[in-house]
């Protein structure tokens, strides 16, 4: 789909392709299948092969003749990723490498003819000395060498191909390799950023066709002579949906238009974000939808169970949400690390204008400071029935500034082993994202007079209200001796049990007598 077109594909562009993803997730073995195979299966080939790669391999990558894998994770190498174990040893004249290992968990794994695989190679370092780098390989499969298990027995997408893929003295020529030798791991990342975005367009697309679904058996289901519909529990759920869908889609297509710009712009903190929430915003919402049906939808009769097993990998692959948290928190901390510390070198040298604005910056927070973005307001950007979205938005930016500075101060470099502190940090910074998103999408729909624009409206209200107060709660649990805090009690009853690795608590009818 993305591939150009004149390599035989369509040449879509990314907000194209997020479009498409919204129709492919109705099935999820189906959409499983065309992203391993587009979104991280070719996709080295497309972002950093060679112009004569790309002519030998996308041509039939396109029409389908050949189906692409992404073979990274090993038996002993999940997110850490660097730690693979797989090895390309160079031959003696330097005209191919010889490869050995395994993978684990390939999607396309045994149905594809070419495979993108990284792998360890000895790389002389700029000081002289051998390195083991990871260095990304276009493996055909018929190289030789190349065998794959039997396909695994998974709880969902079960119409995909999953299996090992193993390598036994597989000889890929030199001219194979993607990007330079020991980069491999840039290039694996820059795969994995690159396709995360569209996961939001292909879960609102899901949770659409749910809320269509289910709600036909709300309007029409009877019990205690009121249809279903009217239960204010069961339109709780409804809104839930909306709201979930409404957002993941803005964020979805904001990040594909910014990806979609001229150049190659850096989205992946972004596509990160969009990932955690559009997973876990469908994993939920698949969960009120079998609520709502019953006993209906627990049914293998019915299509929703389904879609409760297929979801849950969302939250898995492609990054573990667990993983991506941390590279969201630590990788925005990062920018303003440097920040914080350009500060206090200055303050150090003597310079007391930047030691006044620091203090008068603290005294302002103190007293009740107004924050003011040009958000709102006459000259504002937001639109008049957006603005007091607007002003929880800026003010929660503010708070988490000035939050996220006494982080850094507080626990300095040490911050990256701080992963409870970090998560509350990706959560607000997820939901200032998404609040964004929101209001700028139902604002440009008033301007040009989408139908059903008021609707937009309401539910980017209802989100930011409530994103709007959790990320106070998280803010103030971030503060130093905040009684909201529970970390330390939270890893002592861990430790506590892994320690014995079992509940630990005596029985409720154990007695001492």
């Known amino acids: 789909m993305q591939i150009p077109e004149e390599y035989g594909g369509l040449g879509l562009s990314n907000t194209m392709y997020a479009r498409l993803g919204e129709i492919t997730s109705l099935d999820g073995s189906i959409a499983v299948t065309l992203a391993a195979h587009q979104a991280i299966g070719l996709k080295g080939i497309l972002i950093a092969g060679t112009d004569e790669q790309k002519a030998k391999y996308l041509p039939r ?14 038996p002993g190498s999940g997110s850490d990723a660097a730690s693979i174990q797989t090895r390309a040893t160079r031959s003696e004249d330097g005209k191919y490498f010889l490869l050995n290992g395994s993978k684990v968990w390939i ?3 045994g149905i594809a003819s070419i495979f993108t695989v990284f792998a360890r190679t000895e790389v002389v370092d700029k000081d002289g000395q051998l390195k083991d780098k990871i260095t990304a390989f276009i493996v055909e499969r018929d190289f030789g060498g190349v065998t794959h298990g ?8 079960r119409g995909s191909n999953t299996c090992e893929v193993h390598f036994e003295n597989t000889k890929v020529p030199i001219e194979n390799v993607i990007g330079e030798v020991g980069g491999g791991f840039k290039v694996a990342m820059n795969i994995l950023n690159s396709g995360r975005f569209s996961m939001g367009s292909a879960s609102a697309g899901m949770i659409k066709k749910l809320i269509e679904m289910t709600s036909e058996y709300a309007c029409t289901r009877k019990q205690f002579n009121k249809r279903l519909s009217e239960f204010g529990l069961i339109q709780e759920k409804f809104c839930f949906m ?4 409404y957002v993941m889609e803005s964020m979805a297509y904001l990040t594909a238009g910014m990806m979609d710009r001229p150049g190659f712009p850096d989205c992946s903190l972004e596509a990160a974000m969009v990932k955690v929430f559009s997973s876990e915003g469908a994993w939920a919402c698949v969960s009120e939808a079998l609520q709502i049906l019953g006993g209906l939808g627990y049914m293998k009769d019915y299509p929703y169970e389904r879609y409760l097993r297929d979801s849950r990998i969302l939250l898995i692959f492609e990054g ?3 993983i991506l948290r941390l590279y969201i928190a630590l990788t925005g901390m990062q920018h303003a690390g440097k920040i914080l510390t350009d500060k206090l070198k200055e303050i150090k040298k003597g310079n007391v204008g930047v030691a006044l604005g620091e203090f008068g910056n603290k005294l302002r927070d103190i007293m009740g400071r107004k924050v003011d973005y040009g958000l709102v307001g006459n000259h504002g950007v937001v639109h008049p029935s957006l603005q007091e979205s607007g002003k929880k938005l800026e ?3 503010y708070y988490f500034g000035t ?7 507080r626990f300095g470099k040490t911050i990256v082993d701080e992963q409870l502190v970090l998560k509350r940090v990706a959560d607000v910074v997820i939901n200032l994202y998404a609040m964004t998103a929101a209001i700028s999408r139902a604002s440009r729909s008033i301007s040009i007079g989408l139908r059903n624009h008021d609707h937009e409206v309401l539910l980017t209200n209802i989100f930011c209200t409530e994103a709007y107060f959790k990320n106070n709660y998280a803010l103030t649990q971030l503060e130093k001796y905040a009684d909201e805090n529970l970390d330390d009690f939270i890893k002592k009853a861990a430790k506590q049990v892994l320690e014995k690795r079992a509940y630990i608590c005596s029985h409720p009818l154990d007695r001492t007598f």
């Open 61 to 74: 990558l396109a029409s389908g003749e050949h189906i692409a894998a992404f073979c990274l994770t090993e």
């Open 107 to 109: 999607s396309n794994g």
């Open 242 to 245: 909306a709201v979930k869908a």
């Open 403 to 409: 939050t996220v500075r006494g982080l850094l101060s």
């Open 320 to 322: 573990t949400n667990e």
């Open 150 to 157: 039997k396909p695994e027995d998974k709880l969902g997408i």
């Open 395 to 397: 003010e929660n930016i």
